[in-house]
DNA sequence: CCGTCAACAGTTTTT
DNA sequence: CTGTTGACGG
């Protein structure tokens, strides 16, 4: 990490900008450049120097853990807490803001905040209301465009106004019967955390003028991933005009926007200077993190890009060892490389430790190669992404419970447990529910609790019914005398989850342990100071629920990352921004991956790409691994794997190319026929320079493991030996085993199930 | 109403 | 290949 930033240690163009005080600034802050520390040193000087209130300050970031970051050093620079002041992302300090005032817009400040998967089957739901079918349009797509709307703060009316072809006449018709049901439900989505607090700096009278007041100073993180929304948001509250405002800093990298996709708008950070006339602008270009021979693979590969503002990352560090390219077999080879060299350096260096490393990667489906060669190699690792731990089965159906109790209108929680446990409430009653409930315009608990007047549940179901809902208004009741984690646990136990979990076997132990993790996460919760700013939550009547379920539903994977887990890291590129790393693996460079295909159409999806790609190598601070397989397993299909033209611009002369030891076997023996110039190649290497092992072909086999002659492995039944002979092609490879106990045998590899010996 | 099995579709990145 | 959805029988 970084030194204790103090004044004396910046650099003059990061003196510049912490010393800026008022007026609209822009710093252009290139990566590694030390722009955190440009950021909470500029907080603490407002503080120390100009004697700004902290609760006047607010810094918006792109993740809780930059946030939290933030805060604790700005409280180490001033060596108190920074009390009052805001820390969030624009998402939290949006869901903060509906919090005090979601009444000015008809919700209550209890709201439930829907995820993107909860969000997906509201979607759906209204698409089958409506009677749109989602066998036409994907409801992902329908909830693509609506979510692409609000991003731009296109509102319903208006999409409709301008919809013209039967996509977008469909789309306009679902978005506001999605946008009535979220409010009949007292609900927001994650897009309305950006978009109704700008309706309410544009509607409710007086609360913009009561922030523009109160938010003098406002410091916006990673400003070249904000959209539409963020925008107006940030322009709203910032911009200068008559008696207060117009201090704005925003620190970005043009260089570094991956969020196209996600709405973000990259002409936000390039049109700065002309939307905030006047603004300074600081560029950050010298690099604390990596080699120089990283940042000249960075420079050479991001110079690629026309679209930039432009600008060259310098560095006074050593040269640093060469980058290495690597070129595997498949996924499963280059996974297994991977692990291996990182076995190879740790035992190397002693001082190195598994949280060193980092293997990224374009998509997330790319993990499990790699997740299966760490756990053969006996490597620790943690996965960042893909599926979290927020949304797995058991803790989205405790969550839904804990919902809806703290929101009894919210119909999803209410439709997710209805039935879980098993009540016997089956799609037939849950329909004719609903109807009933809709016709007597109750919500659903509302029903469930009066379902003896409706003739239609007699007795096992209209009992159930009332039963459940009791037990929510119970909880409910309980929810506004005790902390979160009382009420989660008792919850737990009386609805006999645990156990039901521990009863589906092994794996739902997995699942109980999970459950008990987040009844120790509430409880952690309960336990922590409250945060400053809180105070003022706390008095607009929420309950201590209702503030944990906020909170979780903002939680995201890079937020549970453990920097000092003893383990090493698998994530997505977009996962590692902000983060940094001594090694860095980058794997499946290749056209068609990483750039993705369809980046190929369009230029400037593919100069996102390339950015990303940026982003990745500019994550290593010691050593940059780059790595591609010559075939690789999509969707159970083989494609041959060509090396991402991205590696190109790369000067030959800092980077150093390897091979696994599969794909040299497999060449030597020519048995790999995928383009052409494999023969050529093969010629260059020059044949026999390899050591003599017997090579097997699996260019047919889907997983078939590589074996070569006097390996040691172990069979489930004879126990360990060595490999004498191999024979046979593709599946029918067999190998003559001599084991300690069993002796000699002849088994065929496809069937023997053997694992390899270390 | 619920469990089982077959057919099926899907892979980009995330607050 | 894998997780999810739909049809069917108990």
Same mark, same amino acid.
């Given at each position: 990490?970084?030194?204790?930033?103090?004044?004396?240690?910046?650099?003059?163009?990061?003196?510049?900008?912490?010393?800026?005080?008022?007026?609209?600034?822009?710093?252009?802050?290139?990566?590694?450049?030390?722009?955190?520390?440009?950021?909470?040193?500029?907080? *603490?000087?407002?503080?120390?120097?100009? %004697?700004? +209130? $902290?609760? =006047?300050?607010?810094?918006? @970031? !792109?993740?809780?853990?930059? &946030?939290?970051?933030?805060? *604790?050093?700005?409280?180490?620079?001033? %060596?108190? +807490? $920074?009390? =009052?002041?805001?820390?969030? @992302? !624009?998402?939290?300090?949006? &869901?903060?803001?509906?919090?005090?005032?979601?009444?000015?817009?008809?919700?209550?400040?209890?709201?439930?905040?829907?995820?993107?998967?909860?969000?997906?089957?509201?979607?759906?739901?209204?698409?089958?209301?409506?009677?749109?079918?989602?066998?036409?349009?994907?409801?992902?797509?329908?909830?693509?465009?609506?979510?692409?709307?609000?991003?731009?703060?296109?509102?319903?009316?208006?999409?409709?106004?301008?919809?013209?072809?039967?996509?977008?006449?469909?789309?306009?018709?679902?978005?506001?019967?999605?946008?009535?049901?979220?409010?009949?439900?007292?609900?927001?989505?994650?897009?309305?955390?950006?978009?109704?607090?700008?309706?309410?700096?544009?509607?409710?009278?007086?609360?913009?003028?009561?922030?523009?007041?109160?938010?003098?100073?406002?410091?916006?993180?990673?400003?070249?991933?904000?959209?539409?929304?963020?925008?107006?948001?940030?322009?709203?509250?910032?911009?200068?005009?008559?008696?207060?405002?117009?201090?704005?800093?925003?620190?970005?990298?043009?260089?570094?926007?991956?969020?196209?996709?996600?709405?973000?708008?990259?002409?936000?950070?390039?049109?700065?200077?002309?939307?905030?006339?006047?603004?300074?602008?600081?560029?950050?270009?010298?690099?604390?993190?990596?080699?120089?021979?990283?940042?000249?693979?960075?420079?050479?590969?991001?110079?690629?890009?026309?679209?930039?503002?432009?600008?060259?990352?310098?560095?006074?560090?050593?040269?640093?060892?060469?980058?290495?390219?690597?070129?595997?077999?498949?996924?499963?080879?280059?996974?297994?490389?991977?692990?291996?060299?990182?076995?190879?350096?740790?035992?190397?260096?002693?001082?190195?430790?598994?949280?060193?490393?980092?293997?990224?990667?374009?998509?997330?489906?790319?993990?499990?190669?790699?997740?299966?060669?760490?756990?053969?190699?006996?490597?620790?690792?943690?996965?960042?992404?893909?599926?979290?731990?927020?949304?797995?089965?058991?803790?989205?159906?405790?969550?839904?419970?804990?919902?809806?109790?703290?929101?009894?209108?919210?119909?999803?929680?209410?439709?997710?447990?209805?039935?879980?446990?098993?009540?016997?409430?089956?799609?037939?009653?849950?329909?004719?529910?609903?109807?009933?409930?809709?016709?007597?315009?109750?919500?659903?608990?509302?029903?469930?609790?009066?379902?003896?007047?409706?003739?239609?549940?007699?007795?096992?179901?209209?009992?159930?019914?009332?039963?459940?809902?009791?037990?929510?208004?119970?909880?409910?009741?309980?929810?506004?005398?005790?902390?979160?984690?009382?009420?989660?646990?008792?919850?737990?136990?009386?609805?006999?989850?645990?156990?039901?979990?521990?009863?589906?076997?092994?794996?739902?132990?997995?699942?109980?342990?999970?459950?008990?993790?987040?009844?120790?996460?509430?409880?952690?919760?309960?336990?922590?100071?409250?945060?400053?700013?809180?105070?003022?939550?706390?008095?607009?009547?929420?309950?201590?629920?209702?503030?944990?379920?906020?909170?979780?539903?903002?939680?995201?994977?890079?937020?549970?990352?453990?920097?000092?887990?003893?383990?090493?890291?698998?994530?997505?590129?977009?996962?590692?921004?902000?983060?940094?790393?001594?090694?860095?693996?980058?794997?499946?460079?290749?056209?068609?991956?990483?750039?993705?295909?369809?980046?190929?159409?369009?230029?400037?999806?593919?100069?996102?790409?390339?950015?990303?790609?940026?982003?990745?190598?500019?994550?290593?601070?010691?050593?940059?691994?780059?790595?591609?397989?010559?075939?690789?397993?999509?969707?159970?299909?083989?494609?041959?794997?060509?090396?991402?033209?991205?590696?190109?611009?790369?000067?030959?002369?800092?980077?150093?190319?390897?091979?696994?030891?599969?794909?040299?076997?497999?060449?030597?023996?020519?048995?790999?026929?995928?383009?052409?110039?494999?023969?050529?190649?093969?010629?260059?290497?020059?044949?026999?320079?390899?050591?003599?092992?017997?090579?097997?072909?699996?260019?047919?086999?889907?997983?078939?493991?590589?074996?070569?002659?006097?390996?040691?492995?172990?069979?489930?039944?004879?126990?360990?030996?060595?490999?004498?002979?191999?024979?046979?092609?593709?599946?029918?490879?067999?190998?003559?085993?001599?084991?300690?106990?069993?002796?000699?045998?002849?088994?065929?590899?496809?069937?023997?199930?053997?694992?390899?010996?270390?």
């Amino acid at each position: 990490m970084e030194q204790a930033a103090s004044h004396v240690q910046l650099n003059p163009e990061q003196r510049s900008a912490v010393q800026h005080f008022e007026g609209p600034i822009l710093v252009l802050a290139g990566a590694g450049s030390g722009k955190t520390r440009v950021l909470t040193t500029r907080i *603490a000087h407002l503080v120390r120097e100009h %004697g700004v +209130d $902290p609760s =006047g300050i607010l810094a918006v @970031t !792109f993740t809780n853990k930059a &946030a939290g970051e933030m805060r *604790a050093r700005v409280r180490t620079l001033l %060596g108190e +807490d $920074p009390a =009052g002041m805001w820390i969030g @992302t !624009f998402h939290a300090v949006g &869901a903060r803001l509906l919090r005090r005032h979601a009444d000015r817009l008809g919700w209550t400040s209890s709201f439930t905040i829907f995820d993107a998967d909860e969000a997906l089957r509201e979607t759906k739901r209204t698409m089958e209301r409506l009677q749109v079918s989602p066998k036409r349009w994907h409801p992902k797509a329908v909830h693509g465009a609506i979510s692409a709307a609000k991003n731009q703060l296109v509102a319903p009316d208006t999409y409709a106004a301008t919809a013209a072809d039967p996509f977008t006449l469909a789309v306009a018709q679902v978005f506001a019967a999605y946008q009535t049901s979220l409010k009949e439900q007292n609900a927001f989505d994650f897009d309305d955390l950006l978009v109704k607090p700008v309706d309410l700096f544009t509607t409710a009278q007086g609360l913009l003028a009561y922030y523009r007041q109160r938010f003098t100073f406002v410091l916006v993180d990673e400003y070249q991933d904000t959209n539409r929304a963020q925008y107006q948001f940030l322009h709203l509250l910032a911009s200068a005009q008559e008696e207060s405002g117009g201090n704005l800093m925003v620190v970005g990298d043009d260089d570094q926007s991956i969020y196209g996709w996600r709405g973000a708008d990259i002409r936000n950070i390039l049109d700065f200077e002309r939307d905030f006339p006047g603004a300074r602008v600081v560029r950050l270009e010298q690099n604390y993190r990596s080699t120089a021979r990283i940042l000249d693979a960075a420079n050479a590969v991001i110079s690629q890009n026309l679209k930039r503002k432009g600008k060259t990352l310098r560095t006074s560090a050593e040269a640093g060892e060469p980058l290495t390219r690597v070129e595997a077999y498949d996924e499963r080879d280059e996974a297994e490389w991977i692990a291996h060299e990182i076995q190879r350096r740790l035992m190397r260096a002693p001082d190195e430790t598994a949280r060193d490393f980092v293997v990224l990667y374009r998509t997330n489906a790319q993990s499990r190669a790699l997740e299966e060669a760490f756990r053969r190699a006996d490597l620790p690792y943690q996965i960042v992404g893909g599926t979290r731990f927020y949304e797995r089965r058991e803790i989205m159906d405790a969550l839904a419970y804990l919902r809806l109790i703290s929101n009894p209108r919210d119909a999803a929680a209410f439709e997710r447990v209805i039935n879980v446990p098993r009540r016997g409430i089956g799609d037939a009653s849950r329909a004719e529910l609903y109807r009933w409930a809709a016709a007597r315009g109750m919500s659903a608990l509302g029903a469930a609790a009066r379902a003896d007047e409706n003739p239609t549940f007699r007795g096992r179901s209209a009992a159930a019914l009332a039963e459940f809902a009791a037990l929510v208004a119970r909880f409910t009741e309980l929810a506004s005398q005790v902390a979160a984690g009382q009420v989660i646990e008792r919850l737990v136990e009386e609805i006999g989850l645990l156990s039901a979990l521990e009863e589906e076997g092994p794996e739902g132990t997995e699942r109980a342990d999970n459950v008990r993790e987040l009844i120790a996460a509430a409880h952690e919760f309960d336990a922590r100071p409250l945060d400053d700013a809180e105070d003022d939550d706390v008095a607009a009547d929420t309950t201590a629920l209702d503030r944990f379920l906020q909170k979780v539903s903002l939680l995201t994977d890079v937020d549970r990352h453990d920097p000092d887990a003893r383990a090493v890291t698998l994530m997505t590129i977009h996962n590692a921004k902000g983060l940094e790393f001594p090694y860095v693996f980058i794997s499946g460079l290749e056209d068609g991956l990483f750039p993705l295909a369809r980046a190929f159409d369009e230029p400037d999806t593919l100069e996102e790409e390339r950015r990303l790609f940026y982003v990745g190598i500019t994550r290593a601070r010691r050593k940059l691994y780059l790595s591609h397989a010559r075939v690789r397993r999509r969707a159970g299909e083989v494609r041959p794997g060509i090396p991402s033209s991205f590696l190109e611009p790369i000067p030959p002369l800092i980077i150093e190319h390897q091979r696994t030891r599969a794909l040299s076997h497999a060449r030597a023996s020519g048995s790999l026929g995928w383009h052409g110039s494999a023969r050529r190649e093969e010629r260059d290497q020059g044949r026999g320079r390899e050591p003599a092992g017997v090579w097997v072909d699996y260019s047919d086999s889907q997983d078939a493991p590589r074996y070569v002659k006097g390996e040691r492995v172990r069979h489930p039944q004879f126990g360990p030996g060595v490999i004498r002979e191999l024979s046979g092609f593709g599946k029918d490879v067999k190998a003559v085993i001599d084991f300690e106990r069993a002796g000699r045998k002849k088994v065929v590899l496809r069937y023997a199930n053997l694992q390899k010996e270390l």
